[in-house]
């Protein structure tokens, strides 16, 4: 399996893997699919601050994870939002788990100091794969999407990514070299 950064090249890849999420599930509270490039703009936007990771067997996208700002103001530089999405038929199979890993990884070397993980609850799968990730619930806010004419709620997980009382810095993607983002999923 290789892990590397995305490419808008892989947006129809990645739409198909996401594409059930939207249609069949409340993991995403996303309601219509969308466009390929509309994808094609996350995966653009996204990458120049955050790392946005796929995963890859035999050529195959089987899945991605990525970083995102967690809330616009300037004291949130600090921590990120995690998204990942695993193809139905590779779950199960240390694929989401090597993406965390490397995502993690890549984000503590940036100087983050929280990953938070927003998760539609119910959903037992994903929080036990967080859970033994090192994620700990922090809060559930109730009733907080509305799709498939039903209420869910949503539980946030974090990750302590640093300890230190000191601050660094956060570096942007879009400030390293090629060979300094390399070596961060590495």
Same mark, same amino acid.
Request: hydrophobic share 40%; aromatic share 14%.
């Given at each position: 399996?290789? @892990?590397? =950064?995305?490419?808008?090249? /892989?947006?129809?890849?990645?739409?198909?893997?996401?594409?059930?999420?939207?249609?069949?599930?409340?993991?995403? #509270?996303?309601?219509?699919?969308?466009?390929? %490039?509309?994808?094609?703009?996350? @995966?653009?936007? @996204?990458?120049?601050?955050?790392?946005?990771?796929?995963?890859?067997?035999? *050529?195959?996208?089987? *899945?991605?994870?990525?970083?995102? &700002? =967690? &809330?616009?103001?300037?004291?949130?530089?600090?921590?990120?939002?995690?998204? @990942?999405?695993?193809?139905?038929?590779?779950?199960?199979?240390?694929? *989401?788990?090597?993406?965390?890993?490397?995502?993690?990884?890549?984000?503590?070397?940036?100087?983050?100091?929280?990953?938070?993980?927003?998760?539609?609850?119910?959903? /037992?799968?994903?929080?036990? +794969?967080?859970?033994?990730?090192? +994620?700990?619930?922090?809060?559930? #806010? %109730?009733?907080?999407?509305?799709? +498939?004419?039903?209420? #869910? /709620?949503?539980?946030?997980?974090?990750?302590?990514?640093?300890?230190?009382?000191?601050?660094?810095?956060?570096?942007?993607?879009?400030?390293?070299?090629?060979?300094?983002?390399?070596?961060?999923?590495?």
């Amino acid at each position: 399996m290789e @892990i590397r =950064y995305a490419r808008v090249s /892989d947006a129809q890849a990645c739409l198909e893997i996401y594409t059930p999420y939207v249609l069949n599930t409340a993991i995403t #509270f996303e309601l219509e699919v969308p466009t390929l %490039k509309a994808f094609e703009t996350r @995966i653009q936007k @996204i990458s120049t601050e955050f790392p946005y990771l796929v995963a890859c067997e035999n *050529g195959e996208i089987l *899945g991605y994870a990525y970083a995102s &700002r =967690y &809330r616009e103001r300037k004291a949130y530089d600090w921590v990120v939002e995690l998204s @990942i999405y695993v193809n139905k038929n590779a779950q199960a199979q240390g694929l *989401g788990t090597a993406l965390y890993h490397t995502l993690l990884s890549a984000l503590t070397k940036l100087h983050y100091q929280r990953a938070y993980a927003c998760i539609t609850y119910p959903n /037992d799968q994903s929080i036990q +794969f967080h859970e033994k990730l090192g +994620f700990e619930p922090i809060g559930q #806010f %109730k009733k907080s999407g509305y799709k +498939f004419e039903k209420w #869910f /709620d949503i539980l946030w997980m974090e990750l302590a990514l640093q300890e230190s009382e000191k601050l660094a810095q956060v570096l942007l993607l879009s400030a390293l070299t090629e060979r300094e983002k390399n070596a961060l999923i590495q």
